[in-house]
T-cell receptor, first 115, second 111 residues
């Protein structure tokens, strides 16, 4: 399978703990995105990388959230001091960047539950 | 304020009929618009992309229209099947890299 993969698929944690999620994009894609989705809503943009550079961050991405893509391949999203409001599905997507084309391909998501 | 609106109520249709889903937006000038399918507990799956200078796009049983004057896109599934039951999301690209999604419309196709 050469699609976007995410690990873990599910994470249950206690409030105040730190969690880290990993995303492996489609291998030839240089762009990587993180989104968050809560029940009944569409995905909301969190942040975007082109290669290893983080080029945009949403206001939703508080100081407790940090994302990295150190070698321009896989990415990690860390949430420090988790809160119950962080419970959501965290989605990763990737795309290549031919001019005029921006189809994003999504992974299966990591579902986070903060108790 | 900027908004993307999709019917929040589920759309129930019978197998074989055409399903039509609506996406309306305000205060956006999208370079293109995309439709995704999402099954419960899964990530969105890309279906179709239509650019601002295109009126219509087709792929197999799927058809998308894009009216930048009305600020509306319609998504059609012809000869619908129970396997088409899912949530359908529209998403806008506004010239920047992120996608802005609607809340999605749940489609239920009954045998």
């Amino acid at each position: 399978d050469t699609g976007v993969s995410q690990n873990p698929r599910h994470k249950i944690t206690k409030r105040g703990q730190n969690v880290t999620f990993r995303c492996d994009p489609i291998s030839e894609h240089n762009r990587l995105y993180w989104y968050r989705q809560t029940l009944g809503q569409g995905p909301e943009f969190l942040t975007y990388f082109q290669n290893e550079a983080q080029l945009e961050k949403s206001r939703l991405l508080s100081d407790r959230f940090s994302a990295e893509r150190p070698k321009g391949s896989f990415s990690t999203l860390e949430i420090q001091r988790t809160e119950q409001g962080d419970s959501a599905m965290y989605l990763c997507a990737s795309s290549s960047s031919p001019r005029g084309q921006e189809t994003q391909y999504f992974g299966p998501g990591t579902r986070l539950l903060v108790l | 304020s900027q908004k993307i609106e999709q019917n929040s109520e589920a759309l129930n249709i019978q197998e074989g009929k055409t399903a039509t889903l609506t996406c309306n937006y305000t205060n956006y000038s999208p370079a293109y618009l995309q439709w995704y399918r999402q099954d419960p507990g899964r990530g969105p799956v890309f279906l179709l992309l239509i650019r601002e200078n295109e009126k219509e796009k087709r792929k197999e049983r799927l058809k998308v229209t894009f009216d930048t004057t009305l600020k509306q896109s319609l998504f059609h599934i012809t000869a619908s099947q129970p396997a088409d039951s899912a949530t359908y999301l529209c998403a806008l690209n506004t010239g920047f890299q992120k996608l802005v999604f609607g809340t999605g419309t749940r489609l239920l196709v009954s045998p």
